[in-house]
């Protein structure tokens, strides 16, 4: 199958139950997403994200709920 215009994030982004961290303010927050199709390294986001969100790809795995953190670009 293929989605045009498809929001797409990296698949580590993905915690269990298809939830991740987004950042606002320097705060990072869990939210569910519902997730479509999948690849080795990408999950494309029916729901729940928008583009331009901040989504936690580092370091998220023992983070909690509204744990400061701060942006660090490549």
């Given amino acids: ?3 045009q215009e498809a929001l797409l994030i ?11 961290f987004t950042v606002t ?11 479509g199709l999948k ?3 990408f ?3 029916r729901e ?5 969100d901040l989504i936690v ?3 998220h795995r023992s983070m909690k709920d509204s744990t400061k953190v701060k942006i660090i670009t490549e």
């Fill in 10 to 20: 990296p698949k580590i982004a993905l915690l269990e139950d298809d939830e991740v």
């Fill in 25 to 35: 303010d320097s705060l990072a927050t869990k939210i569910k997403l519902t997730v």
């Fill in 48 to 52: 729940g994200a928008e583009p331009g």
């Fill in 43 to 45: 999950a494309e986001i």
């Fill in 57 to 59: 790809i580092a370091g």
């Fill in 1 to 3: 199958d293929l989605h």
């Fill in 39 to 41: 690849d080795a390294k």
